[in-house]
């Protein structure tokens, strides 16, 4: 580490990873300089290994009605798709400990309980399955945000086929909406 005095300033001049570094420390106390330059030798060496502090990931309830629905508004290219979102999301907020749970404390005993939780609930296993799936897309974007590292959402197994059936009425409005060859492939 090289200080210099010119003009009774004392000024640095060092290389740090093969970077230099040089500058003014506006002090005319050589241990204050000293002091000076360990500090911005010692700033550089925790910013490279990363260990600056980070500001805490947010809370569940808060990411999900924030950051991550904005996203699905601004990505969402059907009004469907935004209700199946704000709906799910809803869903998820009904368990208590997902509103004061940060990101980072989602693990699988979090989720284990959000299950249980809704199938106490006599929920079936698609509707609970389409909610995890929903935060199971939430962490990865967080994950993409840089606020945490994902860690696996899992569904639950024994989901049926997600079929939907027309009623009588459905079927009458569809076949009237539908254009050939559709509406004669329909029929058939």
């Known amino acids: ?28 106390n050589e241990q204050k300089a000293e002091a000076f330059v360990a500090k911005l030798r010692t700033d550089l060496a925790l910013g490279l290994i990363g260990l600056t502090p980070r500001d805490p990931p947010p809370i569940l309830s808060v990411f999900l009605n924030g950051v991550f629905m904005d996203s699905v508004r601004q990505n969402a290219k059907k009004p469907q798709t935004l209700r199946f979102y704000s709906s799910r999301v809803k869903a998820l907020l009904t368990h208590t400990p997902f509103t004061h749970l940060r990101l980072d404390q989602i693990d699988t005993l979090a989720i284990q309980a959000y299950n249980d939780f809704r199938l106490a609930q006599h929920l079936s296993i698609g509707s609970i399955n389409a909610e995890l799936r929903t935060l199971r897309k939430a962490l990865r974007f967080a994950d993409a945000c840089g606020l945490i590292r994902y860690r ?11 079929e939907f ?24």
């Open 152 to 162: 696996a959402v899992k569904s639950l197994p024994g989901e049926a086929g997600r």
């Open 1 to 28: 580490m090289a200080l210099t005095k010119k003009d009774g300033i004392y000024y640095y001049d060092f290389k740090f990873r093969g970077k230099r570094h040089q500058g003014s420390t506006f002090l005319k």
């Open 165 to 188: 059936t027309l009623d009588g009425e459905m079927e009458k409005r569809y076949l009237a909406l539908a254009d050939y060859p559709l509406k004669q492939v329909a029929i058939l």
